[in-house]
C-alpha cells in the first residue's frame, strides 16, 4: 500500500520560513519523481515544484522561484519543501504526489498518480 504523509505545515508571518516533510511508502523511492503541489479555497491545485527520481533536475513555478527548494532524501524516503521569505499568497493546502521520473515544466498534476493529504500552510502579515 502506497503512503505518503506530508507534515511539517503551520501558521507564519509574512517574510518567515517552513520546511514541509513527505514520508513515501510502499513504492521504490528512487524510481519516482516527486512533486509539490497547492490548492487555495476556491482555486485549482497548481503545481510548486517538482523534481526527478535522482534528486538532480527540479521545476519550480514562478511565482515561488529563488524562495522555495524541493530535494529528496533517499535514504529517508522523505521529500521536502524548504520555503523562505513566504509571502500571504503563499497561503493555501500543500499537497505531496509521486509521479513520472522526470519533471516537467509546470509540474502536470495528471502525471501524478500517489497523493498525501495534504499539510495547511497559513503566512498573514
Known amino acids: 500500500q502506497v503512503q505518503l504523509v506530508e507534515s511539517g505545515g503551520g501558521s507564519v508571518q509574512s517574510g518567515g520560513s517552513l520546511r514541509l516533510s513527505c514520508i513515501v511508502s510502499?513504492?521504490?523511492?528512487?524510481?519516482?519523481?516527486m512533486g509539490w503541489f497547492r490548492q487555495a479555497p476556491g482555486k485549482e491545485r497548481e503545481g510548486v515544484s517538482c523534481?526527478?527520481?535522482?534528486?538532480?533536475?527540479?521545476v519550480y513555478a514562478d511565482s515561488v522561484k529563488g524562495r522555495f527548494t524541493i530535494s529528496k532524501d533517499h535514504a529517508k524516503m522523505t521529500l521536502f519543501l524548504q520555503m523562505d521569505s513566504l509571502k500571504d499568497e503563499d497561503t493555501s493546502m500543500y499537497y505531496c504526489?509521486?509521479?513520472?521520473?522526470?519533471?516537467?515544466?509546470?509540474?502536470?498534476?495528471?502525471?501524478?498518480?500517489?497523493w498525501g493529504q495534504g499539510t495547511q500552510v497559513t503566512v498573514s502579515s
Open positions: 504526489a509521486a509521479g513520472p521520473r522526470y519533471p516537467e515544466y509546470g509540474c502536470p498534476r495528471y502525471l501524478y498518480g500517489y
Open positions: 510502499g513504492l521504490t523511492f528512487a524510481d519516482y519523481g
Open positions: 523534481i526527478s527520481a535522482t534528486g538532480q533536475s527540479t
